[in-house]
């Protein structure tokens, strides 16, 4: 019998790789978005859900469970992204990310806990960041988003254990996707202080999504999870450069550590 696997935030990006690819090897997909209407999409179903709403998530994980009776696996890609120094940085767009990249997870997980906890088996795939494990000047909120994500996925694996269901953590590095027109941006003005160098940044920013690799990477990754019996909890994907920065972290100084990121935010 086919796996049944949903996926949010599977209109682009990442989201819409791991689907069509999942959908290509036989798997029965279910994906959500916010307006579903806004795309071409025929390969998998593609349902209205945002998951900043819990009337939406509890609606959306009804329906499936009323045609196919179990989810077996959820895969928490929707997000958000979000720049901008941390000074100016409103409250509003911190909550907002948050309620996205945290909270809305955090639900969509607890709605399909009890489906498969019945089943006494299910997979819950969160997509993090590798910025979860550090964090870089002006991403900072997106950066804590993710790095809270990570733990919140260590915990469920721990207490969802005796249940025979698997947690796990993948985090991609930069891929090509248009992330870039759909983040945040919250810096107040142009008069800022931080103004030149929040501008270098971007740009870098930009530059790294647009030399990156296609996000198939992070769908074939996800494909062997899926038929992996006993997962890691912590997966790394993307360019070597930014998986060693991790290992580094580890190894040189804070301020040695600090110095290469500056660099690398600008570059």
Do not use: W
């Not at 120094?85 to 990249?101: G, H, R, V, Y």
């Not at 249940?163 to 107040?188: C, E, H, M, Q």
């Not at 992070?218 to 998986?243: A, D, E, M, R």
């Amino acid at each position: 019998m086919s796996k049944v696997i949903l996926i949010t935030g599977a209109s682009s990006g990442i989201g819409k790789s791991i689907s069509l690819f999942l959908t290509s090897k036989g798997y029965k997909v279910y994906g959500t978005c916010r307006n579903p209407n806004k795309y071409d999409i025929s390969e998998y179903a593609l349902l209205k859900c945002d998951i900043t709403s819990s009337v939406e998530i509890k609606k959306t994980i009804k329906y499936i469970l009323s045609i196919e009776n179990r989810i077996d696996v959820l895969i928490n890609n929707a997000g958000i992204g979000i720049t901008g120094p941390l000074e100016e940085t409103s409250e509003t767009d911190i909550k907002s990310a948050f309620q996205t990249n945290l909270l809305g997870p955090i639900a969509i997980i607890k709605e399909c806990i009890p489906s498969m906890r019945e089943n006494n088996t299910g997979l819950i795939i969160n997509i993090t960041s590798v910025l979860g494990y550090f964090g870089i000047p002006f991403r900072g909120i997106y950066c804590a988003t993710k790095s809270s994500l990570e733990i919140i996925g260590e915990v469920f694996s721990m207490e969802l254990k005796k249940f025979n269901i698997n947690v796990v953590n993948v985090a991609p590095g930069d891929f090509k996707t248009d992330i870039a027109l759909r983040r945040i941006d919250s810096k107040s003005n142009n008069l800022s202080y931080y103004t030149d160098d929040y501008s270098k940044s971007l740009k870098s920013a930009n530059k790294h999504v647009e030399n990156a690799s296609n996000p198939d990477l992070v769908s074939k990754l996800i494909y062997k999870i899926i038929n992996t019996k006993n997962p890691k909890i912590h997966y790394k994907v993307g360019q070597f450069i930014q998986k060693f920065s991790i290992v580094l972290k580890n190894i040189l100084s804070d301020r040695l550590y600090e110095k290469i990121l500056l660099y690398y935010s600008k570059n």
